[in-house]
């Protein structure tokens, strides 16, 4: 990389880390540790980790579908986070980027192609990271 090149002290990177929403829930329940698990919303599954993709479940695929897969691989489909009224809630989730000390912002990154279709990015990471 060229070093003389000036970004300003300061870089944005956005990435794509579905299985965020996974390791939140395997802090939140250590039982789903090491199984293939996928996370619901709604009707979608909005995040995979590595067992379950290889298990053959796929982000969007409907639970039922999901669950059909992941039950005989002794996985689980857990639904996201809800607060006690029943409202989803990213609470957690962006508690535990605090924790990680990362500034980030959860939410729609309408910047993307997929937002433009009806399988929008259900999360954007923007880090503002120095490159000093």
């Known amino acids: 990389m060229d070093s003389s090149h000036q970004y300003g002290g300061q870089c944005i990177l ?3 880390v579905d299985s965020l929403f996974c390791q939140v829930e395997v802090l ?16 979608d599954v909005i995040a ?9 479940v796929k982000k969007h695929m409907k639970p039922k579908e999901a669950q059909a897969i992941l039950s005989p691989a002794g996985g689980r489909l857990h639904h996201v986070y809800t607060e006690a009224d029943g409202r989803v809630s990213y609470r957690p989730y962006r508690l535990a980027a605090v924790a990680a000390d990362l500034p980030i912002t ?14 929008c990015c259900s ?10």
């Open 14 to 16: 956005h990435m794509d």
């Open 28 to 43: 939140r329940n250590p039982w789903l540790r090491d199984i293939p698990l996928a996370i619901q919303q709604h009707e």
């Open 48 to 56: 995979i980790n590595y067992p379950a993709k290889q298990a053959g």
């Open 106 to 119: 959860l939410g729609h990154f309408t910047g993307h192609d997929c937002c433009a279709t009806d399988r």
């Open 123 to 132: 999360l954007a990471v923007l880090v503002h990271a120095s490159m000093g």
